[in-house]
């Protein structure tokens, strides 16, 4: 298969669908490898690079669409890169495609095979592509909300860790998953008070053991969300459900008893948000201020440590990259149910539940797309 992988063009996005370690990998396993020139520079990686691995360099990413079979990115294709896609191609990356009407009609009208790597499954009901970068997302989220709450970018003014004689803040995670988790590691680290929300009881308990009464872990429900948020400095929503909208849990209403200056982080605005007045922001411009609230909702954090996150998700992509190339797409996911899980659209058809319903198309089980 000739498989194919460009430069990312979202705002600030630094990550590459391919390492060169990666296209080794495809190469040895018989497949041409197309890389679009610069596609690496992000990471580190140089064209040169990319040809000792055994690619070839295209000037254009309109090569790479015109002449790959399967082209591997980071981000959903932009409007621009949606227009180069064709039936009969595989487009095989981030997608998150529910709150994102216009694209999805793109990718239906397109006729291209999408195999969205967020909801690829694993033993467990685990989602192992998402899973590395919920993993860096949830740290960045501190360190972003650390930042927003320096008094030069809006906040109040506050240390997360505190210092001798001075109370640390109080942050709150809403959702004990693996953004949160994450989220909480670093906040205690930092000394900060922490709080986490969630509504299974089987996490509660598993986060209280690990943290080791380090931080506070609360059943999520509705008053105990409004207290939690009116006493915070700093707010991460943490809530993911796979491959559908996020719940809008934080409602406007509730900023106004918020202290003046305290720091929302939507580490769910990918799938549209978890706060009533969130919009997706960028690296570029990062924050804005509603009712005297800080928001941060940068729909591609993990892009700001473009390196580590790619490598991270390399790992886990490349499996099911090399099992597609090896075996095309309908072969492979006959063969493997997880990865079958991924596929949103199909030749015009929505195969995903959860975005059919959550954006009003005809749902199409992925078994009846597969023969």
Known sequence: MRVGTVREIKN???RV???PESVRELVAHGHEVWVESGAGAGIGAGDADYVAAGAAIKATA??????CEMVVKVKEPQAAERAMLRRGQILYTYLHLAPDPEQTADLVKS??????YETVTGPDNTLPLLKPMSQVAGRMSIQAGATALEKAHGGRGVLLGGVPGVLPAKVVIIGGGVVGFNAAQM?????ADVTILDRDPVVLERLDNH?????????????SLAEQVATADLVIGAVLIPGAAAPKLVTRAMLATMKPGAVLVDVAIDQGGCFETSHATTHADPTYVVDGIVHYCVANMPGAVARTSTYALNNVTLPHALRIADLGWQAALRANPHLAAGLNVHEGKVTYEAVARDLGYDWVP???VLG
């Open 12 to 14: 600030h996005e630094y």
């Open 17 to 19: 669908g391919l390492t």
């Open 62 to 67: 309109a090569e790479i669409f015109a002449g």
């Open 111 to 116: 006729g291209v095979t999408a195999i969205a």
């Open 187 to 191: 906040a205690v680290g930092l000394g």
């Open 211 to 223: 943290l080791e009464g380090r931080a506070r872990t609360l059943y999520s429900g509705r008053a």
């Open 366 to 368: 992925v078994a009846s």
